[in-house]
């Protein structure tokens, strides 16, 4: 069975630039959660993506877009950066309708905004 | 208030000895609740997840749901160095969809 996996690990971006940070869920999750968590702090629900389609969305502004593939992957889109984005980004992959839907995080991605 | 708080920590124990790490959560209607660990530069792992009340246990983890006193519990038996970590609490809210609300993590130091 495959975990979840991220790319890039690491990611250093200047204030106004763009990114695309991207998951590829466990085997068999059709679910996929994206977090960000700051330094210090617990993660913080960004979106959740179901059958290609936004499910859910948390606190967070409008430049912060995402993606779900056919696959089951998907893509975290962060438009003019700031400096407070700098955070490890997770993606956690799930399988609704199993009774305990538990969520499994990916190695995650770390953004530095300079 | 927040909807899901955590001492923030040290929690400082001997090695063997048995770490208990708490959570408080505000929402009442809450069903699902998780503890996750998460070392340092690393992402949260998960190690328990609980729904009824009671105790749940696995190997040297045990959690505890109480939900009339909205209060979830890991106790960690024969603590090892390679348990310190920080330990999240998680807690899915009531309602709508597979959102997890964490608190800021406990983090435990186990000292030999």
């Known amino acids: 069975e495959t975990g979840v996996t991220q790319s890039p690990t690491h990611l250093i971006k200047t204030r106004g630039q763009q990114v695309t940070l991207r998951c590829s869920s466990q085997?068999?999750?059709?679910?996929v959660s994206w977090y960000q968590q700051a330094l210090g702090q617990g993660p913080q629900f960004i979106f959740q993506y179901y059958r290609e389609e936004e499910n859910g969305r948390g606190n967070f502004p409008p430049r912060f877009s995402g993606l779900q593939f056919p696959n089951y992957s998907s893509e975290l889109n962060v438009n003019a950066l700031e400096l407070d984005d700098s955070a490890l980004y997770l993606c956690a992959s799930s399988f609704p309708g199993t009774w305990n839907n538990e969520q499994f995080f990916g190695p995650g991605t770390r953004l530095t905004v300079l | 208030q927040k909807e899901v708080e955590q001492n923030s920590g040290p929690l400082s124990v001997p090695e063997g000895a048995i770490a208990s790490l708490n959570c408080t959560y505000s929402d009442r209607g809450s069903q699902s609740f998780f503890w996750y660990r998460q070392y340092s530069g690393k992402s949260p792992e998960l190690i328990m997840s609980?729904?009824?009340?009671g105790d749940k246990e696995d190997g040297r983890f045990t959690a505890q749901l109480n939900k009339a006193s909205q209060y979830v519990s890991l106790l960690i038996r024969d603590s090892q160095p390679s348990d310190s970590a920080t330990y999240l609490c998680?807690?899915?809210?009531?309602?709508?969809?597979?959102?997890?609300?964490f608190g800021a993590g406990t983090r435990l130091a186990v000292h030999p």
């Open positions: 609980i729904y009824s009340n």
């Open positions: 085997s068999g999750h059709n679910t």
């Open positions: 998680a807690v899915r809210l009531s309602g709508g969809y597979n959102k997890l609300i």
